[in-house]
């Protein structure tokens, strides 16, 4: 089983970025999972940002929402995280996660 997630970047505040996690050797079809997107920013603990579920139900922490868009292609095996109007303190590592699995991780740098 492997996440792999891409996309990250330095952009400014007010700027976007598209992260994306390949999925791979599930015994099963992706479509039956929940998928989530994490953060950790440096010197913090692990933050929950969003999960979408297999019926297609997404959510979001309280600090993204409005910005942040999740989805899914289960064709693909891929799930995608659209940032929008990204501030500072999105600083992160974003790690995305299936199940028990979770990806490496990709940084995300916002700043000036």
């Known amino acids: 089983v492997q996440l792999v997630e891409s996309g990250g970047g330095l952009v400014q505040p007010g700027e976007s970025l598209r992260l994306s996690c390949a999925a791979s050797g599930f015994t099963f079809p992706i479509n039956r999972c929940d998928m989530r997107w994490f953060r950790q920013a440096p010197g913090k603990g692990l933050e929950w940002v969003s999960i979408?579920?297999?019926?297609?139900?997404?959510n979001y922490a309280d600090f993204v929402k409005g910005r942040f868009t999740i989805s899914r292609d289960n064709a693909k095996s891929t799930l995608y995280l659209q940032m929008n109007n990204l501030k500072t303190e999105d600083t992160a590592v974003y790690f995305c996660a299936a199940g028990l699995a979770r990806g490496q991780g990709t940084q995300v740098t916002v700043s000036s």
């Open positions: 979408i579920t297999r019926g297609g139900t997404t």
